[in-house]
């Protein structure tokens, strides 16, 4: 630990405290590999999709049917102007990838956080209050539980139309269970601890017991979560999707790419090889980038 | 001399569920208590585990709800005191030091919570206090910054310790301070809780298993046993003669290290 520097604090103390903690902690990450590889490529992904206007060589909707199934840069017959080939309406693959970059997040950002608010809402009233609080929250959650996800999604999604908006809906309010789980297990074992009741009896009120003495000390599980749920909302988009159900075309969504894709499997499997290899890279961008947050955030780490 | 803080037929139930079909059974942890406080005095509570000490400090510190009974301070139902107003007059010191730190905050995040939640001066009177209060509990000022896992024990408790005094609170109750730490920090934290409260005109609760401790620092002690006092009386009266059966048995209790059992060195 080192000293705390002395001209920092007589200027504006909180300030130089804030500082301190922040820079120790981007000291932390930037030395952990997983943090920098998941970073890295989550990083690049989520680029590509911010600037998928300026990135993407053609209009991802473009369709001519002279040049369609052109094979990608490394088969023979390959055109240098579409890098990936095109696809079966002989749309730019490399436009329709860049593109449906933005959607597969939206989807799995969109949904991990809706889903997050209301799981962990649920899950630290339950872990806090107990008692009946808890019996009707566990009942809801096991209520949830017992709900088969993908069936439940489509036919929500087969009754009010797919669309993205009722992708994020439908998936937001189905993930939730594990958050709830997590996040009541560990708000039970935080409000045993004394530094609770110390909080309590200086007189804290209930909200900011809860906010400030036990979020920190379960929000990293809540990280690790929202990875991990990330992660499970983009796959069940891209399932959604293929079965028809999801993002309508033409829409490019990875799912959706690997759907149309699917009658060509045999003579072009690289048609499905090119959007799958995305999707899985970004599951484990995302996944990794989850597993290091929680080595690095956990406070036995703190030296 | 008048009794800071009083405590008048305390009790407290707790209902254990015996079954499904059972009716719950009421369980007496704190049956019928009066005690009293004498400001500036230390007044020790001994007991086995289990015979209610800790829930008469929860519901001193207003954590538990009493059944019945009343609780007075200064004279006053402490009832008519909100939580808030409570926590100016009287504070915990826990016994784990460990567990009483939150591991996500600095220490003087810590230290100066009670500041922040009263809304008292401003963030540059938060450094002052803190830095006074830490020179106070003879922490060096350089922990400011650090978190409890970089701490030892006995600078974890005196941070709890700086924390409960940060307010000027009138009343510590000090739930076995000193239990989970080795045995030459224990008599560290007794002489710096000893020194604040002459400093400071503190009056403490003092809980221990330790009857060393207790005999050492009490000016009256109170034996409970099975939710009840059994015995309250001055210090040197108690632990010379004792009255009652149950503090004689405790008082027996007690292992004195014999030199004629000693391990020899091989």
Partial sequence: MSDPSASHQKLDPDKALRSNITRRLFRRMSAHNSILIGGTVLGAIVFMAVFAPLLAPHDPFDQDLSRRLLPPFWMEDNNPKYILGTDNLGRDYLSRLIYGAQISLMIGVCTAVLSGIIGSALGITAGYFGGRTDAVITFIITTRLSMPIVLVALAVVALVGGSLHAVILVLGFLLWDRYAVVMRSATQQARNMDYVSAARAIGCPTWRVVLSEIFPNVVNNLIVIATFEVAHAILLEASLSFLGLGVQPPDPSWGLMIAEGKEFLLFDPWVITIPGVALSILVLAVNMLGDGIRDVSAPENRN | ?266
């Fill in chain 2, 1 to 266: 001399m008048k009794p800071i803080l009083e405590t008048k037929n305390l009790e407290c139930s707790f209902w254990i569920s015996t079954g499904i079909f059972s009716p719950k059974k009421a369980l007496a942890a704190v049956n019928g208590v009066s005690v009293q406080l004498l400001k500036g005095q230390v007044l020790g509570l001994v007991g086995e585990s289990g015979c209610g000490k800790s829930t008469l400090a929860k519901m001193l510190l207003g954590l538990q709800k009493p059944t019945n009974g009343h609780i007075l301070f200064d004279g006053q139902p402490l009832e008519k005191l909100s939580q808030f107003e409570r926590a100016a007059r009287v504070q915990p010191i826990f016994q784990d030091p460990y567990s009483s730190l939150n591991p996500r905050k600095t220490i003087f995040e810590i230290i100066t919570l009670p500041l922040r939640v009263h809304k008292i001066g401003t963030a540059r009177d938060w450094l002052l206090k803190a830095k006074e209060m830490m020179d106070l509990c003879g922490l060096a000022s350089r922990y400011l910054n650090s978190y409890p896992s970089q701490l030892s024990g006995g600078q974890r408790q005196r941070v709890a310790i700086a924390r409960a005094l940060v307010m000027k609170p009138e009343v510590v109750i000090c739930d076995e301070p000193t239990s989970a730490l080795d045995v030459s920090v224990q008599s560290q934290i007794l002489n710096l809780l000893m020194e604040l409260k002459n400093e400071l005109g503190l009056t403490y609760l003092l809980i221990s298993h330790n009857l060393a401790v207790v005999e050492h620092l009490a000016d009256r002690v109170a034996v409970m046993y099975f939710g009840e006092i059994v015995e309250n009386e001055d210090a040197e009266q108690l632990f010379n003669k004792p009255s009652h059966e149950y503090t004689k048995k405790l008082l027996n209790s007690v292992l004195v290290p014999d030199p004629s059992h000693f391990i020899r060195d091989t």
